[in-house]
């Protein structure tokens, strides 16, 4: 299985020009591994040549260690090397004996069809998972795929592992050997081992333990080049939530500048690797810029890490912890697609906004539209993003009003608003701003407090306002109306008064099912004159359907949609107990 020798010998004219030559190719006999350096020609001259250059006193403890070297030096090797070379290598080996410690020599083929690698370690240190962590990383360096090694571990303190990495043809790499060697210090210096220790003190042994025996050897070199074992620890931490739940987990990692500005996000997910084009849009909505991502795969496993190096729009962005604690909340919903993907969310970072708070504007700004405030949904972002402290105000003065907790006075908070709103001097910011406040005014309830069965809050919103008090809604106006806002549905009940007859609809007019359920209202008041004379009308749209192809699946979110509508309403409507209004 061995390659094959090549040995050319020229033959020349008289004039030295090259007229033909005798080849032999095979294998050296055995016995040319085993005799001395003196007994084979021209290896001699190389080591005699060694010898001299390194100018070591004859029979000196160092010329007894270089000819120690030179005669367990990898004998095919010592065939072929240079003599530069071979001074080079061996000076630096006899140096490593009387200070042991890592040691790398690399040396290019003259005809470029391998590098040689002599890799010298601490014997104690060396083990199967060192010497495939160094051939990775030689095959990275070199990238190249085909390695041989060969090992030598005696009575020496040092181990010697020997590595030959095949190149395609006439290729020239280029590699920085101080870098490679220290890449394969730290490799041999134990991350394992630090992480282990990090682990054990962290999770406590029999956690800490079972941590690394689950990710970290499934961890590849890349990640452990970049990663200190102190950071790893909360990565496997978060690798481990993310292969139970099977959902997205993430981790801000501090800036690793000093402004502040510049931060890392990392992703932990189970499954296939989330597309760049799916993940990128859902940062530039939160307002930060991407400047790079590394991803690494866990190796006979499913579980990826990407960590993606981000900017903020300002350096103090995130220096709150509640910020933090609020920006990560976000992005693991939005990631989950428990949230909208939307230019909203830059109030976490502009406002310091949490994720409920931000879904209120949300939906108040979906409402507005179906109101009829003459924006696209980009623009009102925009004219929130350029006022975040009115996006602020807004939210106490929702708080203060409706929380159940509320301390604060909302006059208090109305009066600052509307001195805040006095100073917008852009004429479309000022109307959409002040749409939100008018909004803000005519709600009567909401269910943005209430809890589920589970003790979490609901994964969707509703408000009931009172109609008469928003002056720019289109004619007729009801008495109250109801909007449900999720991120897989909205919603709207208009009722004409406090008795009220009609039906449900489930609209496909995504902009604006408010004016078709508005005209359906109209047309209800006529069919109703003798009875109940005013209507009651009620549209939702679902925003995540299937295609109306796959007919099951279409109907079934349709339903589900339905369903959080139906509850939306219920939450903010009074109940019938035994004949007596409950609030």
Same mark, same amino acid.
């Given at each position: 299985?061995?390659?094959?020798?090549?040995?050319?010998?020229?033959?020349?004219d008289?004039?030295?020009k090259?007229?033909?030559?005798?080849? /032999?190719?095979g294998?050296?006999?055995?016995?040319v591994?085993?005799?001395?350096?003196?007994?084979?020609?021209?290896?001699?001259?190389?080591?005699?040549?060694?010898?001299?250059?390194?100018g070591?006193?004859?029979?000196?403890?160092?010329?007894?260690t270089?000819?120690?070297?030179?005669?367990?030096?990898?004998?095919?090797?010592l065939?072929?090397?240079a003599?530069?070379?071979?001074?080079r290598?061996?000076?630096?080996?006899?140096?490593?004996?009387e200070?042991?410690r890592?040691?790398?020599? +690399?040396?290019?083929?003259?005809?470029?069809r391998y590098?040689?690698?002599?890799?010298?370690?601490?014997?104690?240190?060396f083990?199967?998972t060192? *010497?495939?962590?160094?051939?990775?990383r030689?095959?990275?360096? +070199?990238?190249?795929?085909?390695?041989? @090694?060969?090992?030598?571990?005696?009575e020496?303190?040092?181990?010697?592992?020997?590595?030959?990495?095949r190149l395609?043809?006439?290729?020239?790499?280029?590699?920085?050997?101080?870098? @490679?060697?220290s890449?394969?210090a *730290?490799?041999?210096?134990?991350?394992?081992?630090?992480?282990q220790?990090?682990?054990?003190?962290?999770?406590?042994?029999?956690r800490?333990?079972?941590?690394?025996?689950?990710y970290a050897?499934?961890?590849?070199?890349?990640?452990q080049?970049?990663v200190?074992p102190?950071?790893?620890?909360?990565?496997?931490?978060?690798l481990?939530?993310?292969?139970?739940?099977?959902?997205?987990?993430?981790?801000?990692?501090?800036p690793?500048r000093n402004?502040?500005s510049?931060?890392?996000?990392?992703? /932990?997910?189970k499954?296939?690797?989330?597309?760049?084009?799916?993940v990128?849009?859902?940062?530039?909505?939160?307002?930060?810029?991407?400047?790079?991502?590394?991803?690494?795969?866990?190796?006979?496993?499913? +579980?990826?890490?990407?960590?993606?190096?981000?900017?903020l729009?300002?350096?103090?962005?995130?220096?709150?912890q509640?910020?933090r604690?609020?920006?990560?909340? +976000?992005?693991?919903?939005?990631?989950?697609?428990?949230a909208?993907?939307d230019g909203?969310?830059?109030?976490?970072l502009?406002?310091?906004?949490?994720? #409920?708070?931000?879904?209120?504007?949300? =939906?108040?700004?979906?409402?507005?539209?179906?109101a009829?405030? #003459?924006?696209?949904?980009?623009?009102?972002?925009?004219?929130?993003?350029?006022?975040?402290?009115i996006?602020r105000?807004?939210?106490?003065?929702?708080?203060?009003?409706?929380?159940?907790? =509320?301390?604060?006075?909302?006059?208090?908070?109305?009066?600052?608003?509307?001195?805040?709103?006095?100073?917008?001097?852009?004429?479309?910011?000022?109307?959409?701003?002040s749409?939100?406040?008018?909004?803000l005014?005519?709600?009567?309830?909401?269910n943005a407090?209430?809890?589920?069965?589970?003790?979490k #809050?609901?994964g969707?919103?509703?408000?009931?306002?009172?109609?008469?008090?928003?002056?720019?809604l289109?004619?007729?106006v009801?008495?109250?109306?109801? @909007?449900v806002?999720?991120?897989?549905?909205?919603?709207?009940?208009? *009722?004409?008064?406090?008795?009220?007859?009609?039906?449900?609809?489930?609209?496909?007019?995504?902009e604006d099912?408010?004016?078709?359920?508005?005209?359906?209202?109209?047309?209800q008041?006529?069919k109703?004159?003798?009875?109940v004379p005013?209507?009651?009308?009620?549209?939702?749209?679902?925003?995540r359907?299937?295609?109306?192809?796959?007919r099951?699946?279409?109907?079934?979110?349709?339903?589900?949609c339905?369903?959080?509508?139906?509850?939306?309403?219920?939450?903010?409507?009074?109940?019938?107990?035994?004949?007596?209004?409950?609030?």
């Amino acid at each position: 299985p061995n390659y094959l020798d090549f040995i050319g010998v020229h033959h020349r004219d008289a004039t030295g020009k090259v007229i033909g030559e005798h080849v /032999f190719v095979g294998l050296y006999a055995m016995h040319v591994y085993y005799i001395s350096t003196t007994e084979i020609p021209v290896v001699r001259k190389k080591v005699a040549a060694v010898r001299a250059a390194c100018g070591f006193a004859p029979g000196s403890y160092r010329d007894k260690t270089l000819v120690n070297v030179l005669e367990t030096y990898p004998r095919e090797e010592l065939i072929e090397v240079a003599t530069s070379d071979l001074f080079r290598i061996a000076s630096g080996i006899v140096l490593l004996q009387e200070h042991p410690r890592v040691g790398v020599f +690399l040396r290019n083929d003259g005809w470029g069809r391998y590098v040689s690698a002599l890799v010298y370690m601490p014997r104690d240190r060396f083990d199967t998972t060192t *010497r495939k962590r160094i051939t990775e990383r030689l095959a990275e360096t +070199l990238q190249t795929d085909s390695i041989d @090694f060969f090992l030598m571990v005696g009575e020496s303190r040092l181990a010697r592992l020997h590595l030959i990495a095949r190149l395609a043809d006439g290729s020239a790499p280029a590699y920085d050997a101080a870098v @490679f060697e220290s890449e394969v210090a *730290r490799i041999v210096r134990g991350w394992h081992d630090e992480l282990q220790q990090n682990l054990i003190e962290h999770c406590g042994e029999e956690r800490g333990s079972t941590l690394l025996r689950r990710y970290a050897t499934a961890l590849p070199l890349a990640y452990q080049d970049q990663v200190p074992p102190t950071s790893a620890v909360s990565d496997l931490e978060r690798l481990e939530i993310a292969e139970a739940s099977g959902r997205v987990e993430v981790k801000l990692n501090a800036p690793y500048r000093n402004d502040g500005s510049h931060q890392h996000v990392k992703l /932990f997910l189970k499954g296939l690797p989330r597309p760049l084009s799916t993940v990128l849009p859902v940062f530039e909505n939160l307002g930060v810029t991407v400047l790079s991502e590394q991803p690494f795969n866990l190796s006979d496993s499913d +579980l990826h890490i990407a960590d993606f190096a981000i900017q903020l729009p300002r350096a103090d962005a995130l220096d709150k912890q509640a910020t933090r604690a609020a920006f990560v909340d +976000l992005l693991e919903k939005l990631l989950r697609d428990e949230a909208e993907n939307d230019g909203f969310n830059r109030l976490a970072l502009l406002a310091g906004l949490a994720e #409920p708070r931000i879904t209120v504007l949300r =939906a108040y700004g979906r409402y507005l539209r179906q109101a009829g405030l #003459p924006f696209s949904s980009a623009y009102i972002e925009r004219s929130l993003a350029a006022h975040p402290h009115i996006a602020r105000l807004l939210v106490s003065l929702f708080e203060a009003r409706f929380a159940p907790d =509320a301390t604060t006075s909302d006059e208090a908070v109305a009066s600052e608003l509307a001195a805040a709103l006095a100073k917008v001097s852009n004429v479309d910011d000022d109307r959409i701003l002040s749409g939100f406040r008018t909004a803000l005014d005519a709600t009567m309830r909401t269910n943005a407090w209430q809890t589920g069965a589970d003790g979490k #809050p609901k994964g969707y919103l509703s408000f009931k306002i009172s109609s008469k008090l928003i002056p720019f809604l289109p004619k007729p106006v009801p008495l109250y109306e109801i @909007f449900v806002y999720s991120p897989r549905m909205e919603g709207i009940h208009l *009722r004409g008064s406090r008795v009220s007859r009609g039906g449900l609809r489930w609209s496909d007019r995504m902009e604006d099912f408010r004016t078709e359920g508005l005209a359906l209202v109209k047309a209800q008041m006529v069919k109703n004159v003798v009875g109940v004379p005013l209507g009651a009308k009620g549209c939702f749209v679902g925003k995540r359907l299937p295609p109306a192809s796959e007919r099951d699946a279409w109907m079934a979110e349709g339903i589900a949609c339905y369903q959080t509508y139906i509850r939306g309403l219920l939450d903010v409507t009074d109940n019938l107990v035994t004949g007596k209004v409950v609030p």
